[in-house]
């Protein structure tokens, strides 16, 4: 990605991806209130926007702006039942959006925003794009834990609709450079503001009529960490099994998601050995048929196979690296050319519960129990 240049006035000039993208890159910038007006200007005139969060890269428009949410989608490629998550950058952006906070949301957002936890509430009327909230009665909302994204809200003026900015099916980007590879011939711009640092998006929740918390997607807070703050935690039947037809009420609840474009399965088993041994017969049959071979495995399993692309998620003892890598992990998988994946699957605990959850959603539920 080219460096930000200055003009001989000192004044920050956006450079371009290419011929259609202009990119901000603010990481070593001295003019970052500029260049996110900049963009602000964009978005606030219709345009869609990329820019980096404490999760993924997102790909924002003005919410209320039902033209540029369908340059949103049209964008992604993503089917119009799927839901966007607004996000906003002061709280008194909320109430203008929703008809109702609960005192358990309240407390939820008081205690985890800004940051990873995204909040279906019901929407107020005529507030915002139907597409965002595709037809139903809720909206989900967060605030980002992230200077440059709550900067660019802020500049916008707008609450911004912003689902990951990658094309629809593919793995979301954890970098500008992920961005542009998918989406710079189809988008206003992308702000450059590095590598995102928890890697998987925000957790999703609805809190229930008996205070109970529902998990509709899992992600950067854990569901011990909201086990605090309700009696009940529990995981939306979607999340067990992804057969259910059922509405999504979020982001993730449907269709097949973060995928490689070489086939994939997760091996899971309760012995390294054991999962060691089946992963590398597997290999070697794909190899005989032809195939381009890569393994996702964690650094205390030991692969062993010539001519395979073997990339590390981590350590299973740190399943946030794991988070923080996988969604890069895939993309250089599709760099190699890779056919044929093997991926170790990790204990559902803490954010290990999104790792699996991510690595199914690319695996397309494709799961082998050793």
Same mark, same amino acid.
């Given at each position: 990605?080219?460096?930000?240049?200055?003009?001989?006035?000192?004044?920050?000039?956006?450079?371009?991806?290419?011929?259609?993208?202009?990119?901000?890159?603010?990481?070593?910038?001295?003019?970052?209130?500029?260049?996110?007006?900049?963009?602000?200007?964009?978005?606030?005139?219709?345009?869609?926007?990329?820019?980096?969060?404490?999760?993924?890269?997102?790909?924002?428009?003005?919410?209320?702006?039902?033209?540029?949410?369908?340059?949103?989608?049209?964008?992604?490629?993503?089917?119009?039942?799927?839901? &966007?998550?607004?996000?906003?950058?002061?709280?008194?952006?909320?109430?203008?959006?929703?008809?109702?906070?609960? +005192?358990?949301?309240?407390?939820? =957002?008081?205690?985890?925003?800004?940051?990873?936890?995204?909040?279906?509430?019901?929407?107020?009327?005529?507030?915002?794009? +139907?597409?965002?909230?595709?037809?139903?009665?809720?909206?989900?909302?967060?605030?980002?834990?992230?200077?440059?994204?709550?900067?660019?809200?802020?500049?916008?003026?707008?609450?911004?609709?912003?689902?990951?900015?990658?094309?629809?099916?593919?793995?979301?980007?954890?970098?500008?450079?992920?961005? %542009?590879?998918?989406?710079?011939?189809?988008?206003?711009?992308?702000?450059?503001?590095?590598?995102?640092?928890?890697?998987?998006?925000?957790? *999703?929740?609805?809190?229930?009529?008996?205070?109970? %918390?529902?998990?509709?997607?899992?992600?950067?807070?854990?569901?011990?960490?909201?086990?605090?703050?309700?009696?009940?935690?529990?995981?939306?039947?979607?999340?067990?099994?992804?057969? &259910?037809?059922?509405?999504?009420?979020?982001?993730?609840?449907?269709?097949?998601?973060?995928?490689?474009?070489?086939? =994939?399965?997760?091996? =899971?088993?309760?012995?390294?050995?054991? *999962?060691?041994?089946?992963?590398?017969?597997?290999?070697?049959?794909?190899?005989?048929?032809?195939?381009?071979?890569?393994?996702?495995?964690?650094?205390?399993?030991?692969?062993?196979?010539?001519?395979?692309?073997?990339?590390? &998620?981590?350590?299973?003892?740190? &399943?946030?690296?794991?988070a923080n890598r996988l969604y890069a992990a895939l993309r250089i998988l599709d760099s190699e050319g890779v056919t044929f994946i093997m991926?170790?699957?990790?204990?559902?605990?803490?954010?290990?519960?999104?790792? =699996?959850?991510?690595?199914?959603?690319?695996?397309?539920?494709?799961?082998?129990?050793?």
């Open positions: 990605m080219n460096n930000q240049t200055e003009n001989s006035n000192n004044k920050p000039q956006a450079v371009q991806a290419n011929s259609l993208c202009t990119c901000w890159d603010v990481r070593h910038s001295e003019h970052i209130e500029q260049q996110l007006s900049e963009a602000g200007q964009i978005l606030a005139n219709g345009g869609i926007v990329a820019f980096p969060t404490e999760t993924v890269y997102g790909l924002g428009a003005d919410a209320r702006n039902t033209q540029a949410v369908a340059s949103v989608f049209t964008a992604k490629g993503r089917p119009s039942d799927n839901p &966007l998550i607004v996000h906003i950058s002061h709280m008194d952006q909320l109430g203008s959006l929703v008809s109702e906070i609960r +005192p358990l949301e309240q407390t939820l =957002m008081d205690h985890f925003w800004p940051g990873p936890l995204t909040l279906v509430m019901p929407v107020r009327p005529d507030t915002v794009s +139907p597409l965002v909230t595709a037809g139903l009665n809720t909206v989900a909302i967060r605030m980002p834990d992230h200077p440059i994204a709550l900067g660019l809200i802020s500049a916008s003026g707008c609450p911004l609709a912003a689902p990951s900015a990658n094309r629809s099916g593919r793995p979301s980007p954890t970098t500008a450079a992920h961005v %542009i590879e998918d989406l710079s011939a189809v988008i206003d711009g992308v702000v450059d503001g590095g590598s995102a640092g928890i890697g998987v998006e925000s957790t *999703v929740i609805q809190v229930q009529d008996d205070h109970t %918390i529902m998990i509709l997607r899992p992600g950067g807070v854990t569901e011990e960490q909201l086990s605090s703050f309700a009696k009940q935690v529990i995981r939306d039947p979607a999340l067990q099994d992804s057969s &259910l037809e059922l509405t999504p009420r979020s982001p993730g609840m449907k269709y097949t998601h973060y995928a490689p474009q070489g086939s =994939m399965t997760i091996v =899971m088993g309760e012995h390294d050995e054991v *999962v060691n041994q089946y992963i590398q017969q597997q290999i070697v049959q794909a190899q005989a048929r032809g195939e381009k071979t890569g393994v996702l495995v964690f650094d205390e399993t030991n692969i062993n196979s010539a001519d395979t692309v073997v990339l590390s &998620l981590g350590s299973r003892h740190s &399943l946030a690296e794991a991926a170790q699957g990790c204990d559902q605990q803490g954010v290990g519960v999104a790792v =699996m959850n991510r690595l199914s959603k690319a695996a397309g539920g494709q799961i082998i129990y050793v």
